[in-house]
């Protein structure tokens, strides 16, 4: 299966290109720098260069054409201002779900924030990301054309990934290794067991490949 990740040179998405092209698939990456993409290709992913915050939905939709599932993992990151928490974090999932309606790709997972909600109260720029972020999950919920999953991790480390989690409606706050989210990530994209549920993501006792498949089942 063809699978695109947007944001493919973050650190949770070259994780899951690993995972994903380990297994088989063939795995592209939506990077912003054409220096970006050694680090996409050492981790079995084609690059496919597009500036998602400039991009028409006609140019994204192409990128997406043929894909069997598509995965938002863009960001602005944490050194950006409120103004590109509202272009990527919110614009950018908003035009990737709209350009996979567009494209026929039904099979979407949004990985967004614990605590992500488009009422949230603040003016700091974590405030604003978590509005961004709530709106841009409310907008992929709103799309009836996509099998959307809403992934929701804790905080998120760079510990080795335990293969043990906790995914559920609501955990609660808590850490969750990026090693672990890619796990995750990749067996929600192979099934759409999910679709249809905002789920929240930490580290845990269950593993992975059963956690996902339990809550499927709930």
């Given at each position: 299966?063809?699978?695109?990740?947007?944001?493919?040179h973050?650190?949770?998405?070259?994780?899951?290109?690993?995972?994903?092209?380990?297994?088989?698939?063939?795995?592209?990456?939506?990077?912003?720098?054409?220096?970006?993409?050694?680090?996409?290709?050492?981790?079995?992913?084609?690059?496919?260069?597009?500036?998602?915050e400039?991009?028409s939905?006609?140019?994204?939709?192409?990128?997406?054409?043929?894909a069997?599932?598509?995965?938002?993992?863009?960001?602005?990151?944490?050194?950006?201002?409120?103004?590109?928490?509202?272009?990527?974090?919110?614009?950018?999932?908003?035009?990737?779900?709209?350009a996979?309606?567009?494209?026929?790709?039904?099979?979407f997972?949004?990985?967004?924030?614990?605590?992500?909600?488009?009422a949230?109260?603040?003016?700091?720029?974590?405030?604003?990301?978590?509005?961004?972020?709530?709106?841009?999950?409310?907008?992929?919920?709103?799309?009836?054309?996509?099998?959307?999953?809403?992934?929701?991790?804790?905080?998120?480390?760079?510990?080795?990934?335990?293969?043990?989690?906790?995914?559920?409606?609501?955990?609660?706050?808590?850490?969750?290794?990026?090693?672990?989210?890619?796990?995750?990530?990749?067996?929600?994209?192979?099934?759409?067991?999910?679709?249809?549920?905002?789920?929240?993501l930490?580290?845990?006792?269950?593993?992975?490949?059963v956690?996902?498949?339990?809550v499927?089942?709930?």
């Amino acid at each position: 299966m063809r699978i695109v990740i947007a944001g493919g040179h973050g650190q949770i998405a070259l994780r899951l290109e690993r995972l994903l092209s380990a297994a088989g698939h063939e795995v592209a990456g939506i990077i912003r720098r054409p220096e970006q993409g050694d680090a996409l290709r050492a981790a079995g992913a084609e690059p496919v260069l597009l500036d998602l915050e400039s991009a028409s939905v006609e140019e994204v939709a192409a990128a997406l054409r043929g894909a069997g599932a598509v995965v938002f993992a863009a960001g602005a990151g944490p050194g950006s201002g409120t103004g590109r928490k509202d272009t990527v974090d919110r614009g950018a999932a908003v035009l990737f779900a709209d350009a996979a309606e567009q494209a026929g790709v039904r099979r979407f997972v949004m990985i967004s924030s614990m605590g992500a909600d488009s009422a949230h109260e603040g003016d700091e720029v974590f405030d604003v990301y978590l509005r961004a972020k709530g709106a841009a999950d409310d907008h992929v919920r709103g799309r009836s054309a996509l099998d959307w999953t809403v992934l929701r991790p804790g905080m998120l480390t760079d510990d080795a990934g335990t293969g043990l989690v906790r995914l559920e409606a609501s955990t609660g706050r808590g850490p969750v290794p990026r090693d672990d989210v890619a796990a995750v990530l990749a067996e929600m994209v192979e099934s759409t067991a999910t679709a249809g549920l905002t789920l929240e993501l930490v580290s845990g006792s269950v593993p992975v490949s059963v956690a996902v498949k339990d809550v499927a089942g709930n």
